[in-house]
């Protein structure tokens, strides 16, 4: 069951990165990214939640690299320091292989993109 927890969350990881890696340097994201996102990274927490942890050099590991630094973009992008500050505890929590904190930055990042949403695209 927990294999299959790891691979879900794989994929969440794999969908989160894809309407951040369309953004341009310095284009602001869609309603539409910023949903996606928003969705893709609840489902990215759930797993996470349910997984507990994730092996270092694992593929998952290079995802969730290349999802914080992603997230990092979009916070730039959009001068968002609530953003800014939840991809900053996850860079360090993922460094530091501490998936507690991660946890609760990845939940301040989603809280970050919702309030996006609201401001901009309601």
């Not at 694992?58 to 320091?81: C, F």
């Not at 929590?93 to 901009?120: C, F």
């Amino acid at each position: 069951m927990k294999r299959i927890w790891v691979l879900s969350l794989a994929l969440a990881f794999c969908l989160a990165l894809a309407p951040m890696g369309a953004l341009a340097a310095d284009q602001l994201p869609s309603c539409a990214d910023l949903e996606e996102m928003a969705n893709t990274l609840d489902q990215a927490a759930d797993a996470l939640a349910k997984v507990g942890s994730i092996e270092r050099g694992s593929e998952l590991d290079k995802a969730l690299r290349n999802l914080i630094n992603a997230l990092a973009d979009v916070a730039n992008i959009e001068r968002n320091q609530d953003l800014a500050d939840a991809v900053n505890l996850m860079g360090k929590s993922w460094k530091h292989d501490d998936w507690e904190p991660l946890k609760e930055g990845l939940d301040n990042a989603i809280d970050a993109l919702d309030q996006l949403l609201k401001r901009d695209c309601t």
